[in-house]
């Protein structure tokens, strides 16, 4: 089924692999009600809605599309989506913004269906290509680095160098030189190995603490939250959430279509400009997040975090398999993941490691062509510093065809990329971003 032969993989190196992507990960089932429950969705609602939602996409991403990419509610647009439910001023409830979210998800669905996006990928030329996939590599990496407290904020300068004497940050320098020695003398697996010896570490350090409860049995306090598309879109329209509905369509499909291709170029299952098997992993996410919205859960997308468990050798659905079955196990387990999840530097040496293997490809980047080589520059500059992968593309959208049109080479842009152009800037302009 998963064709290990063909893609030069092993069993033992996909479920590594898979645990490796699910640690990175894990922590969205915590995070993610955290942050909704600021709108009002009960912990558990939210806790179970991500762990179904993530289940289902990456389940579909594994068996139909055999990629090693999970799927789970993206970070950013849950902080938008509780943002819509309190700018309300008590006008909206976040059963009627999950409405919104159901809507988007059905509209994703059809255009995952059509030929669309799958033009969409084939029309993104090569240097934009190779910009998004440094551009994530960055992301990653910084993601990394402020999670470790390597990196902290500043008043003035926005970051500056963490406390490196903090037990955390001395666990997290630990972690990323055991792992880097580990990468160096190619040992098989470093990056895992690297993560379980840095959580023996943090536990006998304190910094690990295992509740006595351990398990507990998941449940759903509110049932099924939207599920009637015609009541969905009646409340879309009373409270006019269009723009809503329209961001989030927008934001998530060129988040999850730039993720997919960064990753998938990373593990060279790319075939030149042409991602094999597109609609079924397009579809991954459009029905993850129609169905996670039905529960409780804010819009899902493709996860940058998969390009660790490609870093450690992934390469097909096996890998997405195993991340599935942990996302259902973690579904009893949620004092135990949260306690992994909430030692960051567990997991953020692996994101730095992941975000200099990607950085790589700017190699490719035609940096002789002014033309080609700024948009791509934009795109990995921005993307770290907007925290947003969609940002960065959108700039990167916007600039490509602008400059192609002052150097007189306008026909060489695909039609696409010009209508893109222009719905990139009515929401930066007019929407939340």
Request: hydrophobic share 55%; no cysteine.
């Amino acid at each position: 089924m998963f064709r290990l032969k063909e893609h030069k993989t092993t069993v033992k190196t996909e479920i590594l692999a898979g645990m490796t992507t699910f640690l990175t990960m894990a922590y969205i089932v915590i995070v993610n009600p955290i942050i909704l429950a600021d709108a009002g969705v009960p912990f558990d609602q939210v806790f179970l809605a991500t762990i179904i939602a993530a289940t289902i996409g990456t389940l579909w991403m594994a068996l139909f599309a055999n990629y090693p990419i999970a799927i789970a509610p993206g970070m950013g647009l849950n902080a938008y989506f509780t943002s819509i439910v309190l700018s309300s001023d008590g006008q909206l409830d976040y059963m009627a913004a999950f409405s919104a979210v159901f809507i988007a998800g059905i509209f994703f669905v059809i255009l995952s269906l059509t030929p669309f996006r799958e033009k969409l990928i084939k029309s993104i030329p090569q240097n934009l290509k190779h910009g998004i996939t440094a551009g994530i590599g960055l992301f990653i990496a910084f993601i990394g680095l402020r999670l470790s407290g390597l990196v902290a904020s500043h008043e003035t300068n926005l970051v500056q160098l963490g406390d490196l004497t903090s037990p955390p940050v001395l666990l997290a320098l630990f972690g990323l030189l055991v792992t880097v020695v580990l990468m160096t003398l190619n040992v098989y697996g470093a990056i895992f190995i690297g993560m379980l010896l840095t959580g023996v570490v943090a536990f006998f350090t304190g910094q690990l603490k295992f509740t006595e409860v351990l398990w507990k049995i998941p449940n759903l306090p509110e049932g099924i939250i939207v599920w009637n598309p015609i009541t969905a879109m009646g409340d879309v329209i009373s409270h006019g959430l269009f723009g809503v509905v329209f961001a989030f369509l927008i934001v998530t499909m060129f988040d999850t279509t730039g993720t997919m291709i960064g990753v998938a170029k990373q593990a060279g299952l790319m075939k030149g400009d042409t991602l094999p098997r597109a609609r079924h992993a397009l579809l991954a996410d459009s029905i993850a997040a129609t169905i996670g919205s039905m529960f409780g859960t804010s819009p899902t997308s493709a996860y940058v975090e998969s390009s660790s468990g490609v870093a450690v050798g992934g390469r097909t659905g096996l890998t997405t398999l195993t991340v599935a079955i942990l996302f259902m196990l973690a579904a009893f387990f949620g004092p135990f993941v949260s306690a992994l999840s909430g030692v960051s530097a567990i997991t953020a040496p692996a994101l730095i490691i992941v975000g200099s293997l990607m950085i790589g490809v700017v190699k490719e980047i035609d940096w002789d062509s002014f033309d080609e080589a700024f948009p791509a520059f934009l795109i990995i500059l921005t993307m770290p510093l907007t925290s947003s992968i969609a940002t960065g593309i959108a700039l990167g959208f916007i600039t490509y065809p602008l400059l192609k049109i002052v150097k007189g080479k306008w026909r060489q842009v695909p039609l696409l990329l010009y209508v893109f152009a222009v719905l990139f800037i009515y929401q930066l302009m007019f929407l939340p971003h």
